[in-house]
């Protein structure tokens, strides 16, 4: 029997400031990610799991999501965008894209945040709410250390009781996943044109009242890939078929090479490294668990682990500087801005960042304490 068709919100206006520079020059959601756009794996996702109808709330730089996806064809989806003049919070931005949503007060609205990779069920989500009549559903993911998040503690038969903040000893391992089930008429509730968090006012003010409010617990593939370090984990995961994505522009396995990017033979790209449309990579280098944007350059011998390769960018491979030899350049956990060139002899590690269209002279940093 064919599932009614749903409507979602999806939150795409932050500025992503956990992982400049390269958000300088486009939203997190549209970042390249395993080839495409973040959201466009989202996108795909959505419309798998039955969703019809997507409202994107925009914000920064809102011209780019239109650009880039359109009336939502594409995935077989169609696409609205609502745009916030100035940040109104999770719940008044979830509240001003509701104008653009076609259903009545009690259809199911699913609430997406466009920073997080899940391979949760959500369709399951769904059923849950319909079968409980929540006002709210919420995914719920367990995780090793509940500390470093606010806790979300459920009872026995999965009704979420309270909204805790960061605590050295939390009650539970269950967090607050960032993907949402409304009834409509509880969106409509929440006061227009005003900041408003959904954590710490709707949540909290729905379970004081005694609203319905469910969790849905599942501890399906989830990731928050707000941080450089989460933001490579995540393409890479996609890319080695870790989590499925219908949108992945190539087969699964060790890398991803797209368009007339030229990989020269003897490289050795692994870990689910894409290296984007007119990269080149030469021949000796190794691109490990790497994202390599659009047009840039890998040289001969370079070493490229765990890093953020922006676009048109530079990571020199070996040459000769006053009649000697310089090795390669190396970088190990690091996000090299848009345009930026790393001489040879430089070694880039510890979450090191170059700001867009520096130029770092040879051996100009190092952490080992050879020549």
Same mark, same amino acid.
């Given at each position: 029997?064919?599932?009614?068709?749903?409507?979602?919100?999806?939150? *795409?206006?932050?500025?992503?400031?956990?992982?400049?520079?390269?958000?300088?020059?486009?939203?997190?959601?549209?970042?390249?990610?395993?080839?495409?756009?973040?959201?466009?794996?989202?996108?795909?996702?959505?419309?798998?799991?039955?969703?019809?109808? #997507?409202?994107?709330?925009?914000?920064?730089?809102?011209?780019?999501?239109?650009?880039?996806?359109?009336?939502?064809?594409?995935?077989?989806? =169609?696409?609205?965008?609502?745009?916030?003049?100035?940040?109104?919070?999770?719940?008044?931005?979830?509240?001003?894209?509701?104008?653009?949503?076609?259903?009545?007060? &009690?259809?199911?609205?699913?609430?997406?945040?466009?920073?997080?990779?899940?391979?949760?069920?959500?369709?399951?989500? #769904?059923?849950?709410?319909?079968?409980?009549?929540?006002?709210?559903?919420?995914?719920?993911?367990?995780?090793?250390?509940?500390?470093?998040?606010?806790? *979300?503690?459920? &009872?026995?038969?999965?009704? *979420?009781?309270?909204?805790?903040?960061?605590?050295?000893?939390?009650?539970?391992?269950?967090?607050?996943?960032?993907?949402?089930?409304?009834?409509?008429?509880?969106? &409509?509730?929440?006061?227009?044109?005003?900041?408003?968090?959904?954590?710490?006012?709707?949540?909290?003010?729905?379970?004081?009242?005694?609203?319905?409010?469910?969790?849905?617990?599942?501890?399906?593939?989830?990731?928050?890939?707000?941080?450089?370090?989460?933001?490579?984990?995540?393409?890479?995961?996609?890319?080695?078929?870790?989590?499925?994505?219908?949108?992945?522009?190539?087969?699964?396995?060790?890398?991803?090479?797209?368009?007339?990017?030229?990989?020269?033979?003897?490289?050795?790209?692994?870990?689910?490294?894409?290296?984007?449309?007119?990269?080149?990579?030469?021949?000796?280098?190794?691109?490990?668990?790497?994202?390599?944007?659009?047009?840039?350059?890998?040289?001969?011998?370079?070493?490229?682990?765990?890093?953020?390769?922006?676009?048109?960018?530079?990571?020199?491979?070996?040459?000769?500087?006053?009649?000697?030899?310089?090795?390669?350049?190396?970088?190990?956990?690091?996000?090299?801005?848009?345009?930026?060139?790393?001489?040879?002899?430089?070694?880039?590690?510890?979450?090191?960042?170059?700001?867009?269209?520096?130029?770092?002279?040879?051996? =100009?940093?190092?952490? =080992?304490?050879?020549?």
């Amino acid at each position: 029997m064919p599932r009614e068709p749903l409507e979602a919100i999806m939150l *795409v206006g932050g500025k992503g400031t956990r992982l400049r520079p390269l958000t300088l020059s486009a939203p997190k959601p549209l970042l390249p990610t395993a080839g495409l756009p973040f959201l466009a794996h989202q996108l795909a996702r959505a419309a798998e799991c039955g969703i019809t109808h #997507v409202v994107l709330a925009t914000s920064y730089r809102a011209e780019m999501f239109t650009d880039a996806f359109g009336d939502g064809a594409q995935f077989g989806l =169609s696409i609205d965008y609502e745009y916030e003049s100035h940040p109104l919070g999770t719940g008044g931005g979830i509240r001003n894209a509701a104008a653009r949503l076609h259903g009545g007060p &009690d259809d199911p609205i699913v609430v997406l945040n466009g920073d997080i990779l899940t391979g949760h069920d959500l369709p399951a989500q #769904v059923d849950l709410h319909r079968k409980t009549e929540a006002a709210v559903t919420l995914h719920l993911v367990p995780v090793e250390d509940p500390s470093r998040y606010g806790c *979300v503690p459920t &009872d026995g038969t999965g009704r *979420v009781t309270a909204f805790l903040e960061k605590m050295p000893n939390p009650v539970t391992n269950q967090i607050n996943a960032g993907c949402y089930v409304f009834r409509r008429s509880v969106i &409509d509730s929440i006061p227009a044109g005003q900041v408003v968090s959904v954590e710490r006012e709707t949540f909290p003010g729905l379970i004081e009242a005694d609203a319905v409010v469910m969790g849905y617990a599942e501890a399906a593939y989830w990731l928050d890939v707000g941080t450089p370090e989460a933001f490579v984990q995540g393409s890479c995961d996609l890319v080695l078929g870790t989590l499925a994505s219908t949108a992945l522009p190539g087969p699964v396995g060790e890398s991803l090479v797209l368009g007339a990017a030229r990989v020269a033979p003897g490289a050795r790209l692994a870990g689910g490294t894409t290296i984007g449309d007119r990269a080149v990579v030469e021949a000796g280098a190794v691109v490990e668990g790497s994202v390599v944007f659009e047009g840039a350059t890998i040289g001969a011998g370079a070493v490229v682990r765990n890093s953020i390769v922006g676009y048109g960018a530079t990571v020199a491979g070996t040459t000769t500087v006053g009649g000697a030899t310089v090795r390669a350049a190396t970088t190990d956990g690091v996000v090299i801005g848009d345009g930026a060139y790393v001489c040879a002899g430089n070694e880039l590690a510890r979450g090191l960042r170059l700001w867009p269209g520096t130029r770092l002279e040879p051996t =100009s940093v190092r952490f =080992s304490t050879d020549a």
